[in-house]
């Protein structure tokens, strides 16, 4: 199977970084091909469809929100760190108004409204902005005026990441982008120079009998392998099995090939490698997310960077009464302010507490979580809500009972708790000076525990995914090559990429710098390959 040289630029991976690269490439000319090792959609279409935006959307003003270019910068300054230089941070906030819009123009919708009275971790129907990341908690809100900068693409229950995919796609194969699905790229072809001008790669033939059982059995996998991995392994080894019998050799050829085939979270091998600490994550994405486009790169003579950042969500809220209790270590130890980020307080458990800890509540707090429900979760939400609420926690009449029956170090919580009630007694506050409203007292048994370590339960899993990738020319998306220089010819998107949320990642982050390091790479692989005679008029 060849497709001959019909193409200036393939683009590997159908997600929103290449699918973004893809309809960027043809609106300037471009003949793009995508070639995707599943159906197209990527982590982006399983996810819960936040695009971080800021600085003063139209999403933003029509929920009476003001928000500003240095409020969003002086905020994502504190996640991005190093990731990125000042100038592509500085870039990619000034461009987030025009971000959105771009969005719309491929048919996303976004709706603005007011947030949501509470903190969640993902907003019910009702609400399609929300504060998405750190922005009211403590140190970030010391930094920036916060504002709500999650824009939920508008659409019902967990099918947003899909309905912002779908509108991608439909987008992109208007323009006349060629799509190859079930197809896995395994080389590059590269010219005697190094100049990358094609791949290799085996694909299901599409007439072959297996195809539409193998279709079945993909859908039935998708949302569910991300929560619930166990239950589906089998299914997941047949189709496997289906689309090996069915595959085909083929190539490719084209002036530019884009990488954006996703993360490693699945290779438990460089998961090993590189990041052990978080061996112990739920793989949030697709198979496709096995650091093949990663792979290929550094092949081709690239450098990768940020391998060890991986994010990993323990999301207490909703309800937003599950902030108000204690998050504590083997040891006793307070492990943050509750009302960070699920994924910066998963993080530091990671880090810094080898993956265990529990919540501890009061019994005032525990009514208040059970009465929140019906109003602040959605359906996937609840699910979880069942197994904490009924067999997922442990219960006992003081400090010290919950803490010998969690496995906690009781003396050590005692002294937490301790610290914790004499802050609020005193009028400083929380000593880890957690929002002042989400501050319970703690002081009325009986007490209850959740495990929220990473290996707590099946039905309450920790999901992750990684966050390095090969290095980039910040300014064109090409891939930078060990020797100085970058790859003739090679550009990285996405989780192929070291990008926007590197470091640190909070919901909406890292589709938005799918978008816009998308964008870029499909920008200057287009004006790189299609002669001037050749655009369109």
């Known amino acids: 199977m060849s497709t001959g040289r019909d193409f200036d630029v393939i683009v590997v991976g159908f997600g929103a970084a290449g699918a973004a690269a893809a309809i960027e490439a043809a609106d300037r000319g471009a003949r793009v091909l995508v070639v995707d090792r599943g159906y197209g959609g990527g982590a982006t279409a399983l996810s819960g469809g936040i695009v971080y935006a800021g600085g003063g959307t139209a999403e933003q003003r029509a929920g009476g929100y003001t928000d500003s270019t240095e409020d969003m910068l002086a905020y994502l300054q504190q996640e991005v760190g190093d990731a990125v230089t000042p100038e592509t941070l500085t870039r990619f906030c000034e461009q987030s108004p025009a971000l959105i819009e771009w969005l719309k123009a491929q048919g996303v919708p976004f709706r603005g409204s007011p947030v949501s009275s509470y903190k969640t971790s993902y907003p019910t129907d009702d609400h399609y902005l929300y504060y ?4 009211k908690a403590h140190p970030y809100v010391t930094a920036a005026r916060p504002a709500p900068r999650g824009h939920r693409v508008v659409s019902p229950g967990m099918s947003s990441g ?7 796609r439909r987008s992109a194969e208007a323009k006349g982008v060629t799509v190859l699905p079930l197809a896995r790229v395994h080389a590059l072809i590269t010219a005697d120079d190094g100049r990358v001008t094609g791949v290799r790669y085996r694909a299901m033939d599409l007439n072959h009998k297996h195809v ?10 998708g949302k569910v392998g991300n929560w619930l991995p166990g239950v589906v392994r089998g299914v997941v080894a047949h189709t496997e099995r289906l689309w090996d019998t069915a595959a085909v050799d083929g190539e490719a050829h084209a002036d530019a090939v884009i990488l954006a085939a996703g993360g490693f979270v699945y290779n438990r091998e460089w998961m090993q490698r590189f990041a052990p600490k978080f061996m112990k994550v739920s793989p949030l994405g697709t198979a496709g997310d096995d650091g093949t486009g990663i792979a290929l790169g550094l092949e081709a003579g690239g450098i990768a960077d940020k391998m060890s950042n991986v994010t990993a969500w323990r999301f207490l809220a909703p309800p937003s009464a599950f902030l ?9 130890r307070r492990i943050a302010n509750e009302d960070l980020y699920g994924a910066t307080h998963g993080d530091v458990m990671m880090r810094e507490f080898g993956g265990s800890g529990w919540a501890v509540y009061d019994a005032a707090t525990w009514r208040k979580v059970r009465s929140q429900i019906r109003e602040q979760t959605q359906l996937f939400q609840r699910l979880q809500l069942i197994y904490l609420l009924t067999t997922g926690h442990k219960k006992a009449g003081s400090i010290e009972e919950i803490a010998a029956k969690s ?4 003396a050590g919580l005692r002294r937490t708790v301790d610290v914790y009630r004499k ?11 957690k929002e002042r409203d989400l501050c319970a007292s703690m002081s009325n048994g009986p007490y209850y525990s959740i495990n929220i370590s990473a290996d707590s339960s099946m039905f309450f899993p920790i999901p992750g995914l990684t966050l390095g990738g090969l290095v980039v020319d910040e300014a064109t998306g090409e891939v930078v090559h060990r020797d100085g220089g970058t790859v003739p010819g090679l550009y990285a998107a996405g989780r192929n990429a070291v990008g926007i949320c590197s470091n640190s990642y909070v919901s909406g982050l890292s589709i938005a710098d799918c978008i816009f390091s998308g964008r870029r790479s499909g920008a200057d692989a287009a004006t790189k390959t299609v002669t001037t005679d050749a655009k369109p008029a």
Do not use: M, Q, W, Y
């Not at 899909?162 to 509108?167: A, D, M, Q, V």
């Open 423 to 433: 802050g609020l007694l005193s009028g400083a506050g929380d000593p880890a000076h």
């Open 407 to 410: 496995g906690i170090d009781p």
């Open 132 to 135: 998405s990341g750190n922005e």
């Open 324 to 332: 108000e209790g204690l998050t504590v270590g083997e040891d006793g």
């Open 212 to 221: 539409r059982r193998h279709a079945a059995l993909t859908k039935v996998t």
């Open 162 to 168: 899909r309905t912002l995919f779908e509108n991608l």
